[in-house]
């Protein structure tokens, strides 16, 4: 069975809900998978004050928080966050940043990874995040996979990704439509690429 993991960070919800359509998506195309999120690095004291942050916290509880083996077991996995300044979160970073063990084994060669983001604002920074984002995987010799225009309404080729307003709107279905397609067509490319 195709492995694939989903780790990202989420504060307000959004990427959560972009990280479970993707995870159903590849569900749906027969893979066992991960929903991993990475450890936040807001004080515990700010998590619990910020209406929106504690939101947040609650509907994640149930998510495991990501590990290293998360990375070894999967065959693909997809990488998300929100943007911050058109760049990836600290919190995603941190987690990234601890994975220079598996670099030197070379742990993640021939591993699939995706990306995906949000944001604001239509050009608040998707492009930029996961651009960005995605240099990690270059190191470790992943193979990127991208979202390009292949599946049908796609308006983001480097991967799935959302728009948050003032952060009131929700994650739209055509948004979790099209993660939930590209989660399935990452299931696949994985499983080809794992049989190597
Ligand atoms: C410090 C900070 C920087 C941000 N920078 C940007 C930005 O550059 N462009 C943008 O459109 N939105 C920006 N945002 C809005 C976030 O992208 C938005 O809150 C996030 O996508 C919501 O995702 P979440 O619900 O998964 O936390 C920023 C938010 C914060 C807190």
Known sequence: MTKIAVVYYSAYGHTFDLAAAIEKGAQEAGAETRLRKVRDLVPEEVLRS????????????DVKEAVLDDLTWADGIAFG??????????QLRNFLDQTGPLWAKG???GKVAAFFTGASTPHGGHETTILTLSTFAYHHGMLIMPMGYTITGSVDPYG????SGD???AVGEE???LAR??????????QKLAAR
């Open 50 to 61: 910020n209406k929106g942050l504690a939101h947040g916290g609650e509907i994640q509880k």
């Open 81 to 90: 966050t929100p943007t911050r300044f058109g760049n990836t979160t600290a």
């Open 107 to 109: 742990a993640l060669a």
């Open 160 to 163: 799935p990704t959302y728009i």
């Open 167 to 169: 952060g009131s709107r």
């Open 175 to 177: 948004e979790k439509r």
């Open 181 to 190: 397609e590209f989660g399935s067509a990452l299931a696949r490319v994985a």
